[in-house]
C-alpha cells in the first residue's frame, strides 16, 4: 500500500553529524516538526532552529512554502532566521575585518531569502547597511558585500525607496562616476539608481542632480556587458522618468555625447552576442528615442502660421527650381501657378496645402520627414515629384498624400508614443547606425512607395492597395533585423510586388473555395465537433499548468508562481515558486486552492484590478493586453499577467469554457479555421479510381531483431 501524500521521506543535514532520514507529515504544524528533529539530536531551545532547502538557495521552509517540499528532498537544520538576523547584524558591526568580511557574505546571500529579509529588516538593518556606506570606510570586496546585500533586501519590496538620505544618494552616485572602480561595486551602484528612478520621482530629481549622462559614457566603452546594461538601464529610467518638457533637451544631451555611436560601436557591435537584458534595455531606448516624436506627430499644422506655411513654399522651390515670386504680377495668376504647382506635388487640397497637415497623427512629423527628404536627398525628392506630375492625373503617384500616409503607417508600426512593453527584446540595429534614423526610415520607404506603385501601374483608386502591399514589404524586411539601414535597403529591392503576389500566392496555396452552399452547410455540421475538440484541448493545458511571473520594480529580480486545473476540472491549484520550473509543477506542491464552483467571473485588460492599482502599468498596451482575473467569493480577486498572447488565450478560453461561455480570443478563431480546413480538405479529398478497401492491412510481422532501434537515452 503506498504511503498516504502526506507523509514525506527527506533527508536533514546538521554539521557535524550524519544526515537523518525521517519522514514528515505535512499535516503536523513545522514547529512540531522541528522540535522532533532537535530531540533527534539533543539539540535544546527548538524554538531557536528551523529548516533550509540544502540547495544552491538556502531558502528557509515556512508555512507557506512548506508543500514545495517533495519527496527525496534534502533540507538542512539551520538557526532560526530572527536568531540568524540577529547574528549577522552583530558581526557586521565587529572591528575585525575578517569577521565583518564574512559576516556581509553571509549577509547577501542570506538576503535573497524574504523569510531572513523581514527579520533583518525589522532590526533596522537597512538603515545599518546605508550608515557603512555613507562612512565611506570601506572599499573593494567589502563594499561589494555591502551593496550586494542592499539590493536584495530591497528588492522584496518591504522597505520603500523614498526613506534614504541624499548623502547616500550623494554616495551611490559617487561611486558610478568615478572613473576606476571595482566592477561589482559599479554594477550594484548602477542597479540602485536605476531602482531609486524608477521608483520615486523625489529620488529621479536628487539622482538627476548626482550624476551626468557624461559620467555615464565611459561605463559603455569597457568590455562587461554586465556594466553596459545596467548603464543603458539607468539611461532609460531617467529618460523615462524625465518631465516632457526635459526629454527633448535630455535627448538632445545623448546626442552631443554620441550615445548611439558608442552602444553601436562597443554594444551591439561589440565583440560579445547580445544577451536577453541587453536586448530589452536597447529595445527600451528604442522606443524612448522613437517616442520624442509622438509630439510632432499630434501636432495640427496652423494654417494661419507663415513660418510654417514657409516649409510648404520650400518645397515647391526645390522641387521646381523657382524662387518666391515677388509682388508683381496678379494675385490670381500667382494664386493659379501655386495651384498647379501643389497639384503635382500630390496635395490633396491644391488651394491651400496646409489643411492636409491637420489630420493627427501624422500631424507635422509628415511636413517635418518631407522637408527633410527634399534637403537630404535633393535629387531622389524632385524626380519623385516630376516623374509623377508628368504623367497622367489617374496614374501619378501622389508625393504629399503619400508621405502623409505612410509617416501615418510607420508611427503605427514602430508603436510611436505607445510605453514600452515589460518583456519585449524587439530591437533593430539599423535604428542606431544613424542620428536621424526615423527620417532616413521615411526617405528608403518613400522611394519604395514611388516604386511598388509604378510596378503595380496602380490609379488613383488603388492607393489604399498600394499602401497595404507596402506595409507588407516593410514589415516583412524588418523581421529579418537587418544591420544597417543599407541591409534593409536591399532587403526590399528583393521584396518586390511581383515577390509580394508569389509569397502571398504560396501563402494561399491549397486554399479551396469554401464558399458553396453544399460546403457552407457541411461546414456548420462539422463546427460543434471542432468547437468541442478546441475546448477539451484548451481545458488540458490548464491542467498542464502554466507559471507566470509577478510583475516588479526591477525585471532582474523575477519572481514566478504556478496555476493549474486539477484533472477532474473541479479545482484550481496555485502556489509561490522560488525559480521558474523546468516541467509540470505537482498539485500537491501548490498550497492554495479556488474551487472552480466558486469563479463567479473572469475580466480582463483595465478591468482587472491590478492594472486600476498600477498606475505605471495601466498605459501600457501590451500588459494590458496580457492581463485578466478571476473573480470569486466576496469580491475577491486572483490576478494574472500572462506570459505572452498565446498563454492568455488558452487561459481565457479554458476559464471561460469552466463556466460554459463562449471562447472568443482569436487564437479560438485561428484554430477553429485551421482545423475546420484541414477536416475539410480530409472529407472532400478526392477518391476517384481508388479503392478503398473493406478489411484494415495486416499487421505485418516482427523484425528478426531490433538492432536498427536507437536508445535516445
Known amino acids: 500500500m503506498p504511503p498516504p501524500a502526506d507523509i514525506l521521506k527527506v533527508a536533514i543535514e546538521w554539521p557535524g553529524a550524519f544526515p537523518k532520514l525521517m519522514e514528515i507529515d505535512q499535516k503536523k504544524p513545522l514547529s512540531a516538526i522541528i522540535k522532533e528533529v532537535c530531540e533527534g539530536w539533543q539539540l535544546p531551545n527548538h524554538e531557536t532552529y528551523a529548516l533550509q532547502n540544502a540547495d544552491s538557495t538556502n531558502f528557509y521552509i ?13 533540507l538542512r537544520l539551520t538557526k532560526s532566521p530572527g536568531q540568524m538576523a540577529m547574528q549577522l547584524h552583530e558581526r557586521i558591526q565587529s572591528s575585525s575585518l575578517d569577521v565583518k568580511l564574512d559576516a556581509l557574505k553571509d549577509l547577501a546571500n542570506s538576503s535573497r531569502d524574504i523569510t531572513f529579509a523581514q527579520e533583518f529588516i525589522n532590526l533596522d538593518g537597512i538603515s545599518l547597511l546605508t550608515q557603512m556606506v555613507e562612512s565611506g570606510t570601506d572599499f573593494g570586496e567589502m563594499l561589494s558585500f555591502t551593496l550586494t546585500a542592499f539590493v536584495e533586501l530591497m528588492d522584496h519590496g518591504i522597505v520603500s525607496w523614498d526613506t534614504f538620505s541624499v548623502a547616500f544618494i550623494k554616495k551611490i552616485a559617487s561611486f558610478v562616476c568615478k572613473s576606476s572602480m571595482d566592477s561589482a561595486v559599479l554594477q550594484r551602484s548602477l542597479a540602485i539608481l536605476e531602482s531609486m528612478v524608477l521608483n520615486s520621482q523625489d529620488l529621479y530629481q536628487k539622482v538627476a542632480q548626482e550624476i551626468t549622462i557624461g559620467q555615464l559614457m565611459p561605463h559603455l566603452q569597457g568590455t562587461d556587458q554586465d556594466i553596459q546594461t545596467y ?72 494654417p494661419q502660421d507663415q513660418a510654417q506655411r514657409d516649409i510648404i513654399f520650400e518645397l515647391r522651390r526645390i522641387a521646381f527650381d523657382v524662387e518666391c515670386e515677388s509682388n508683381s504680377g496678379s494675385i490670381e495668376k500667382r494664386k493659379s501657378m501655386y495651384t498647379r504647382d501643389y497639384k503635382k506635388l500630390g496635395f490633396i487640397n491644391h488651394v491651400n496645402p496646409a489643411v492636409d497637415f491637420t489630420q493627427i497623427p501624422p500631424g507635422m512629423l509628415a511636413l517635418d520627414n518631407m522637408l527633410y527628404f527634399a534637403r537630404q536627398h535633393q535629387d531622389s525628392y524632385i524626380r519623385i515629384v516630376l516623374e509623377n506630375s508628368s504623367r497622367e492625373d489617374k496614374h501619378e503617384c501622389p508625393f504629399g498624400r503619400s508621405s502623409i500616409e505612410l509617416t501615418k503607417m510607420l508611427c503605427e508600426i514602430l508603436k510611436v508614443g505607445e ?31 514611388n516604386k511598388t506603385w509604378k510596378e503595380m501601374r496602380a490609379t488613383s483608386e488603388d492607393f489604399n492597395k498600394v499602401m497595404q502591399v507596402v506595409r507588407e514589404q516593410i514589415t516583412r524586411a524588418l523581421t529579418a ?32 473555395d469554401f464558399q458553396s452552399r453544399p460546403i457552407v452547410e457541411l461546414r456548420e455540421k462539422i463546427q460543434p465537433e471542432i468547437m468541442e475538440l478546441i475546448k477539451q484541448q484548451r481545458l488540458n493545458r490548464l491542467c498542464e499548468g502554466t507559471c507566470f511571473r509577478k510583475i516588479s520594480s526591477r525585471r532582474r529580480q523575477d519572481k514566478f508562481w504556478y496555476c493549474r486545473l486539477s484533472p477532474n476540472h473541479k479545482v484550481l491549484h496555485y502556489g509561490d515558486l522560488e525559480e521558474s520550473p523546468q516541467g509540470e509543477v505537482p498539485h500537491d506542491s501548490l498550497q492554495d486552492k479556488l474551487p472552480v464552483a466558486d469563479i463567479k467571473a473572469v475580466v480582463t485588460g483595465k478591468d482587472c484590478p491590478h492594472m486600476k492599482e498600477k498606475g505605471a502599468l495601466k498605459q501600457n498596451k501590451e500588459v494590458l493586453e496580457l492581463a485578466f482575473s478571476i473573480l470569486y467569493e466576496s469580491d475577491e480577486y486572483l490576478n494574472f499577467i500572462a506570459p505572452d498572447k498565446h498563454e492568455y488565450c488558452v487561459w481565457t478560453d479554458g476559464l471561460n469554457a469552466l463556466l460554459g461561455k463562449e471562447m472568443t480570443s482569436e487564437f479560438t478563431r485561428s484554430d477553429l479555421d485551421t482545423l475546420l480546413n484541414m477536416e475539410m480538405k480530409l472529407r472532400l479529398l478526392d477518391l476517384e479510381n481508388i479503392q478503398i478497401p473493406e478489411a484494415p492491412p495486416p499487421i505485418p510481422k516482427e523484425p528478426s531483431n531490433y538492432d536498427f532501434v536507437y536508445d535516445c537515452n
Open 231 to 302: 548603464t543603458i538601464a539607468v539611461i532609460n529610467a531617467l529618460f523615462l522618468k524625465a518631465p516632457e518638457e526635459k526629454r527633448q533637451e535630455m535627448a538632445h544631451i545623448l546626442a552631443q555625447k554620441q550615445l548611439r555611436s558608442i552602444i553601436l560601436t562597443n554594444v551591439i557591435r561589440g565583440p560579445k552576442p547580445i544577451n536577453e537584458e541587453m536586448a530589452h534595455q536597447l529595445y527600451m531606448l528604442q522606443v524612448l528615442t522613437f517616442n520624442l516624436l509622438e509630439d510632432r506627430m499630434m501636432t495640427k499644422m496652423d
Open 62 to 74: 515556512t508555512e507557506k512554502n512548506r508543500n514545495n517540499i517533495k519527496n527525496g528532498s534534502i
Open 481 to 512: 533585423k537587418p544591420n544597417s539601414l543599407d541591409q534593409f535597403k536591399s532587403r526590399l529591392q528583393n521584396l518586390s510586388y511581383t515577390e509580394i503576389l508569389k509569397i502571398r500566392q504560396s501563402e494561399r496555396m491549397n486554399q479551396e
Open 419 to 449: 510605453l514600452p512593453s515589460e518583456n519585449c527584446h524587439d530591437f533593430h540595429p539599423m535604428f542606431f547606425t544613424h542620428d536621424r534614423s526615423f527620417e532616413e526610415f521615411f526617405c528608403i520607404c518613400i522611394q519604395l512607395l
